[in-house]
């Protein structure tokens, strides 16, 4: 086992933990069928345990399981288009696990849309207060390597991405929350 700390929430600032608990599982009950591509899966988040009303986002681990074919996951307020961000990729048959984070709709709810057919599980590791000192936008690419001009990255070989002052992110912003894929 290997963990990386790549930061913290000083108490009482705005992060509020909670033992994980699995909100959504498309397994259960036992023989259930994959969840359609394209379908979303609305997760209630305002209504969970631990989560303050009016919290401003939330962490959750989204896992793909039993893909019917290689794809990706996108995860995102229910109230607006999820577009193209890739929150976890899900080779076929395989499983795999993201974290994200994300904010809730007005209504509190978090839609989950796979394209392929999946199953997905949902667990919930904690939320941010409107105190946080994290400030969440909606998810925007900053950087496709596959798109015509950019190239294929080399091994060892850094890749700057400008993310200060673009995509809604401040230009005096000390940090950034990235979603990485390997594609």
Same mark, same amino acid.
């Given at each position: 086992? =290997?963990? !990386?700390? @790549? %930061? $913290?929430? /000083?108490? %009482? *600032? %705005?992060? =509020? /933990?909670?033992? /994980?608990v699995r909100l959504a599982d498309t397994r259960e009950p036992a023989g259930a069928v994959r969840q359609r591509a394209g379908t979303p899966l609305v997760? !209630? =988040?305002g209504s969970a345990a631990g989560v303050p009303v009016g919290a401003r986002s939330v962490a959750l681990s989204v896992t793909a399981t039993d893909a019917a074919a290689a794809?990706?996951? $996108?995860v995102g307020p229910c109230d607006r288009p999820l577009g193209t961000t890739s929150n976890v990729n899900v080779g076929a048959g395989a499983t795999a696990p993201n974290l994200v984070i994300t904010r809730p709709d007005a209504d509190g709810h978090v839609c989950v849309v796979s394209n392929v057919d999946t199953? &997905? &599980?949902v667990d919930l590791s904690g939320s941010f207060t409107s105190s946080a000192d994290m400030d969440v936008i909606d998810a925007t690419r900053v950087l496709d390597t596959r798109s015509p001009g950019n190239? *294929? &990255? @080399?091994?060892g070989s850094p890749v700057a991405v400008r993310v200060a002052g673009t995509a809604g992110v401040p230009a005096d912003a000390s940090g950034v929350v990235p979603n990485l894929t390997s594609a």
């Open positions: 086992v =290997v963990v !990386d700390v @790549t %930061g $913290s929430f /000083p108490a %009482g *600032r %705005g992060f =509020v /933990p909670v033992t /994980p997760v !209630d =988040v794809g990706f996951v $996108s199953h &997905l &599980l190239e *294929r &990255l @080399t091994g």
